[in-house]
């Protein structure tokens, strides 16, 4: 069962579904509800160990992703308090302009980071950026973000 629910495909396809429902209002509890809940399975598929370090926190978010994906979920580059990442798979949202459904999307990958003492902030979304990736930026959890401009508030 865990290689079936871990599998890119199937992670591409409640992506669609979780898609629909962020980009109507009426369905924002919904919405929260299955990506917490989506994160909830991945943690305990995955037992993934809260760790001290930005890099372990960047390879621990890639980790947590498809096995069989890997290629999609990249750690570009890493300063002294920040991982850049960036996801390159196809995201349901691209071009719509809907940056608070990407927003409400990836509570699933902020929820991740929480669980292993990270925070992620979404920083261009493919869904107003007119890129094929979203940029991510992930710092430990007590360190201060304020500086990093989330997409959704731009």
């Not at 509570?107 to 990270?118: E, F, H």
Request: net charge positive; glycine share 4%.
């Amino acid at each position: 069962m865990k290689k079936y629910l871990e599998k890119q495909a199937v992670f591409n396809s409640t992506l669609r579904v979780f898609a629909f429902f962020s980009k109507r209002k009426f369905f924002n509890g919904l919405t929260q509800f299955l990506t917490t809940q989506s994160a909830k399975l991945n943690l305990v598929l995955n037992k993934p160990k809260p760790v001290s370090h930005l890099s372990e926190l960047a390879q621990s978010w890639q980790a947590m992703m498809p096995p069989d994906g890997q290629e999609y979920f990249k750690v570009k580059d890493i300063s002294e308090n920040t991982a850049y990442t960036e996801i390159h798979l196809h995201c349901p949202l691209r071009g719509t302009g809907n940056v608070e459904a990407c927003y409400k999307l990836m509570n699933y990958d902020r929820q991740l980071m929480n669980a292993v003492g990270g925070q992620l902030i979404v920083l261009e979304s493919q869904s107003n950026s007119g890129k094929n990736y979203c940029r991510l930026a992930i710092r430990e959890k007590q360190k201060d973000a304020s500086d990093l401009v989330p997409a959704h508030k731009k």
